[in-house]
Structures are given as structure tokens and as C-alpha cells.
């Protein structure tokens, strides 16, 4: 069975910093794109950025410049570094993994439970 737990929410102030990390674990052979939505209620969930395998990154234009998302394949995690924080980053922070369990090339999307990110003005 495969988990996919994020890390490192809480409470900052607007121009501040945080990290979050995210960790899969469970039956791994291979794990193709990682990434990171964020969602706040009554709004549909938005990519903030992704990773490929092989470190190929895309962001939303709107944090683009402020956040840096990074991974370690050996440690199958995932990390989203967010700096110059702004109050309309206050959202739920949800990491997804695409995660070959077997070796067969079928690959499933996993959702972690989310971390919550509160950045006040």
C-alpha cells in the first residue's frame, strides 16, 4: 500500500518563508511526476508546481520566482521551498505523486491528506 504524508505547514507572516515536504512510501518502483496543489474552500484546487523524474519543473505563474520545488528520487520526497509569502497563499497544501507500485509502467495518482499554510498581512 502506498502513503504519500505531507509536512511543515503553519502560521507565518506575509513576506516570510516555509518549507513543506512530502514523503511516499509503500510499495515504490518508480514514481514519475511529483507535485504540489494547493486549495481554498469554495475554489477548485490549482497546481502550484510540478517535478518530473528527471528534475523538469513547472510552476503557477503565480508563484513563480517566489516558490522552488525540489526532490530527492532516492528518498522518494518531494519539497516545496515558499518564499516572499503573500496572504493569497493561505490555502491547503496538498502534495500527489504519480507511482508505479509494481514495475508494469501503470501508473497511479496519489493524494496526500494536505498541510495548511496560513500567511497573515
Known amino acids: 500500500q502506498v502513503q504519500v504524508v505531507e509536512s511543515g505547514g503553519g502560521l507565518v507572516q506575509a513576506g516570510g518563508s516555509l518549507r513543506l515536504s512530502c514523503a511516499a512510501s509503500?510499495?515504490?518502483?518508480?514514481?514519475?511526476?511529483m507535485g504540489w496543489y494547493r486549495q481554498v474552500p469554495g475554489k477548485e484546487r490549482e497546481l502550484v508546481a510540478v517535478?518530473?523524474?528527471?528534475?523538469?519543473?513547472n510552476y503557477a505563474d503565480s508563484v513563480k520566482g517566489r516558490f522552488t520545488i525540489s526532490r530527492d528520487n532516492a528518498k522518494n520526497t518531494v519539497s516545496l521551498q515558499m518564499n516572499s509569502l503573500k496572504p493569497e497563499d493561505t490555502a491547503t497544501y496538498y502534495c500527489?505523486?504519480?507511482?508505479?507500485?509494481?514495475?508494469?509502467?501503470?501508473?497511479?495518482?496519489?493524494w496526500g491528506k494536505g498541510t495548511l499554510v496560513t500567511v497573515s498581512s
Open positions: 509503500g510499495s515504490i518502483f518508480s514514481i514519475a511526476d
Open positions: 517535478i518530473s523524474s528527471g528534475g523538469s519543473t
Open positions: 500527489t505523486a504519480d507511482i508505479d507500485a509494481y514495475g508494469g509502467r501503470y501508473y497511479v495518482n496519489y
